[in-house]
């Protein structure tokens, strides 16, 4: 039991397997001891405690009316639906009944009830998803990993400040290494956003390491990948869709011939255990900074395991209490680039326009 | 020995092991039946031959006194270094000698040298790089793989129209199926630039599939997926870097214990073949579209495997005599962006904006 922090409430009701698969999560976070209540329509959710045997654990229920559907606009559901799930977690959230929450549901109505119920962090622009990534060591965040398709500047340079509390303060990297996901590593290379970014984020006072490149999200080398939303979700799935590809052929290898499917069950242990490191579910959820308190995006497909690492994710990040600091790190990105666009007018020899297709 | 194709020129001197990875690339394709001219330093060329017992096999060399380096910057280097090997072999394509030219050099001088020598097809905008994909069937191709970093849908139109030629006359998809590659399936992904991008191409004829997403680039589902050079690299360098992340994992997993090391040995012949599957050096090279002409682009560190392939790729598209019908096709993407846009504007209800971050 977490000392001194309210339960997370958990969406009951949101994602492809709910209530069944997400109150079978809680079930099995309450019994590592962790403090969880259970939103949504109460007689469906205490009929799936009660087929699971878990009356006894005595998890709370709070009831809520209305569920928001996978194919609901966001806003409007949130506006019009007064007493949905996800809006009832944000209420406890807010009133600190709860100390963060747990959705698998509709991922941007989660954004949008964050958005309405929490507010964003003063000085915020815009709020972002974390992506935590199954990397050979460590464990890197990519922020923002899908909320917000078209970026200006700002946007990027406080999604960097708030990765860099985040690494810092929740994952517990003494100094976080920050980088900017680019199509090379030389300073020469990104565009013209990536560029105003990186200008800033050298006057940080941070460990900002410049560009990094796709092929770096996985080795752990830095803490903090900053990118806009489109290229997140592109990268991110395509991390998905390769693992998985890979996996595909390696089964295919490992059941073409007699030798190899025994060598494929000799190694199978060690196989799952790689398997493992790689699984989306182990990695948790998303947590979504630049709100005024915690929230947690579960994959829509989520499991039972899936929602039990979220809610732990949900937890370590109220145990943290770095919201302030968040809004705090926030607030200076107009600075920096105001400080970044200065020092380039007054060193810049002359205007210069590099073709791209000639540097490529 | 390819029928009425002249042979194809190979930059001796580009790349990380040259000339003698390129030299050894070069008389594997001709010992497979392929016609090459190598081009370079005429005597460390010849001396390469010499040294791997391959004087018999008669290659001709073409004497080129200068050198781009890999920190060149590509338009000066073309223009300073007039008897440089990538604009000989440039030069030799646009007079016939050589049916196509491959270089693992400095990407972007083949770029400029392409553009400065051969000149861009009529029409098109903006060459581009096209990927061939690893995939777990077929062989999907990514067009910009990072050519053009910043672009207006004009380019990307026009990246479809010619990947939709590739794909037919050099791949032999009978009908090729195009996607733009987004961060989401939705119609209401996507940003401005894609969003007017399939608008054209949904009016195209062709078979447009709309969006798909990054873990669709291994499946084979598409043939030719559409993208800017900045999201393309980003996507290209994040499947390697997972491939390799995973290929480590596997190796770690499969050294880990006595029994997943037996199981390693006996299962290594199937997990060999799957690493050959997903390997960047069978793929062989990128081809350069747009230009009069054909062009090969081999990755900066390939060896002789990756030299051979790229070879057999730039005879492909030789063969394929491709180079007038995308000129074609590409001088198409105007119109169709121009018929996009009065459709919107005679179908468009009200002007409606949709806050990103709450669509997410």
Chains 1, 2 share one sequence.
């Not at 929450?101 to 929490?118: C, K, R």
């Not at 050979?136 to 708030?162: S, T, W, Y």
Request: glycine letters at 12%; proline letters at 4%.
């Amino acid at each position: 039991m977490a000392a001194g922090i309210a339960p997370v409430a958990v969406d009951a009701m949101g994602g492809d397997s709910a209530p069944g698969a997400i109150v079978q999560g809680a079930i099995n976070a309450v019994r590592q001891g962790l403090d969880v209540v259970l939103v949504g329509r109460e007689d469906r959710v205490r009929e799936e405690i009660r087929a699971r045997g878990a009356v006894g654990l005595g998890i709370p229920v709070r009831h809520a009316s209305e569920v928001v559907e996978m194919d609901d606009h966001p806003g409007r559901a949130m506006r019009g639906k007064r007493d949905n799930s996800i809006r009832v977690c944000f209420e406890m959230v807010r009133s600190g009944e709860a100390s963060g929450m747990v959705s698998a549901g509709n991922s941007g109505a989660v954004m949008a009830g964050a958005i309405f119920v929490l507010g964003r962090l003063s000085g915020v622009e815009r709020p972002a998803i974390i992506s935590v990534l199954p990397a050979v060591k460590g464990r890197p965040i990519l922020i923002d990993m899908g909320a917000n398709v078209e970026c200006r500047p700002v946007h990027l340079v406080q999604f960097a400040l708030m990765g860099e509390v985040y690494a810092r303060r929740v994952t517990g990297v003494a100094r976080p290494r920050i980088a900017v996901l680019a199509n090379g590593e030389e300073e020469s290379k990104g565009t013209e956003l990536t560029r105003r970014v990186a200008a800033a984020l050298r006057r940080s006072g941070l460990r900002f390491d410049g560009y990094c490149e796709g092929r770096d999200l996985m080795t752990g080398e830095f803490d903090v990948i900053v990118t806009d939303g489109f290229t997140g979700n592109v990268a991110l799935k395509t991390m998905e869709g390769t693992a998985r590809a890979v996996g595909r052929l390696l089964k295919r290898a490992l059941t073409s011939t007699v030798p190899s499917k025994i060598g494929g069950l000799l190694a199978q242990n060690a196989i799952r255990e790689m398997k493992r490191r790689v699984d989306w579910r182990e990695v948790g959820g998303a947590p979504l900074v630049g709100v005024d308190g915690v929230a947690v995006i579960s994959h829509g497909s989520s499991d039972a395991l899936a929602v039990e690492n979220a809610i732990r994710r949900a937890f370590d990040a109220a145990s943290a209490r770095a919201t302030a600091e968040m809004a705090e790190a926030a607030s200076r990105a107009g600075g920096l680039l105001e400080a970044a666009e200065r020092d380039e007018l007054e060193l810049a020899p002359a205007p210069r326009r590099r073709r791209a297709s000639v540097d490529g």
